[in-house]
């Protein structure tokens, strides 16, 4: 009963959508809602597991620690099993649920996630190139986000968001807690490859494909997976750059017919928030971590023109090489 509720009332919601015909939204509910339900139970199999694991190696209650969200004199033991919590949350949540959901849809699970096809050189030198002449706008975005506020109606729903985010923030802040470069190789692999990977592969390699099968639209399909990909990370105070993010990476998938290209652009964004935090702590600063600092207009303007010129590239190239490939 509880998920023919659910089910009745996706339906109401996207039913509005003019991308969709009537007759193919009850079949994208069902495997938004197939997957979901995939997603969730990976994710309490996987919570248990991961707890079982930091126990037996760490002697740690490990969701009594994070629950606690006092994390101020956390030790170096609690720091290390709460990034190996993570590190097995996040791979059994999103990595093993995508394959899962990929061979239930189609048999042959790296085609499906687009991990079967490798985008050409261009695509991937594109990559560090875009994410760096966008980071000068996105760090701006996310000063403006910071600044946004809800309606005074909306006022209880916003202290909540706070606190959510506040938690998850000092969470954050406890695994980027760095002393050394054994520390920075282990946060890559847990804050940026892992989550890279396994978010990659459910957004963009399982939801992306669902929605797009049922719409037709593959930019508003992008669109829609982007506001999922952002909901998933509870930050209101960074929706609007994340959304910016959400919509590049499902871009490269159209550009590439690949995941290969968008893997690698979340990971070096995560790579770079994480860098920057671990030179920050040393004594570097810089303007991406610094809360204080303000970006300078010009440079957001020449972030923004630079990105956006890059992008129209990117696209034109994109479909003059499809062109080719048919002739």
């Known amino acids: 009963m509880y998920f023919l509720e659910i089910h ?11 991308f969709m015909y009537s007759q193919n939204i009850s079949k994208l509910i069902s495997r938004l809602l197939i997957a979901f339900g995939i997603l969730f139970i ?20 490990i969701s009594g620690f994070i629950g606690a969200g006092n994390f101020v004199g956390a030790k170096a033991n609690e720091i290390n099993a709460t990034r190996l919590f993570f590190a097995i949350y996040s791979i059994g949540t999103f990595v093993f649920s995508s394959f899962v959901l990929a061979l239930i849809f189609k048999q042959k699970p790296a085609e499906y996630l687009g991990l079967k096809s490798f985008p050409k050189v261009i695509y991937l030198v594109s990559v560090p190139v875009l994410l760096l002449v966008s980071l000068p706008l996105l760090s701006w975005l996310v000063e403006i986000n ?20 506040d938690q998850n923030n000092k969470l954050y802040d406890l695994m980027l807690g760095m002393n050394g470069y054994s520390d920075l190789f282990i946060n890559i692999i847990v804050m940026a490859l892992i989550p890279a990977v396994g978010e990659e592969l459910f957004c963009r390699g399982v939801l992306l494909n669902v929605v797009y099968d049922y719409s037709g639209k593959f930019f508003r399909s992008v669109v829609v997976v982007a506001v999922i990909f952002t909901l998933f990370h ?33 990971f070096l964004n995560n790579t770079t928030a994480v860098l920057g935090n671990f030179y920050y702590q040393k004594g570097f600063k810089n303007l991406l971590t610094d809360d204080k600092a303000h970006m300078p207009l010009i440079l957001i303007f020449l972030s923004f023109f630079l990105a956006i010129g890059l992008i129209i590239w990117l696209n034109k190239f994109s479909k003059q090489s499809s062109l080719i490939t048919h002739e």
């Open 8 to 18: 009745n009332l996706l339906i109401r919601i996207f039913k509005p959508l003019q």
């Open 234 to 266: 509870m930050q209101f105070y960074k929706f609007v750059p994340m959304m910016v993010l959400a919509v590049i990476l499902g871009l490269f998938i159209n550009w590439t017919q690949s995941i290969w290209a968008s893997i690698l652009f979340h």
């Open 146 to 165: 910071n600044h946004l506020v809800f309606p005074k109606f909306l006022s209880v729903l916003e202290k909540q968001l706070k606190i959510m985010e």
């Open 42 to 61: 990976n994710l309490f199999l996987f919570t248990y597991l991961a707890q079982f694991v930091c126990m037996a190696v760490y002697h740690i209650n």
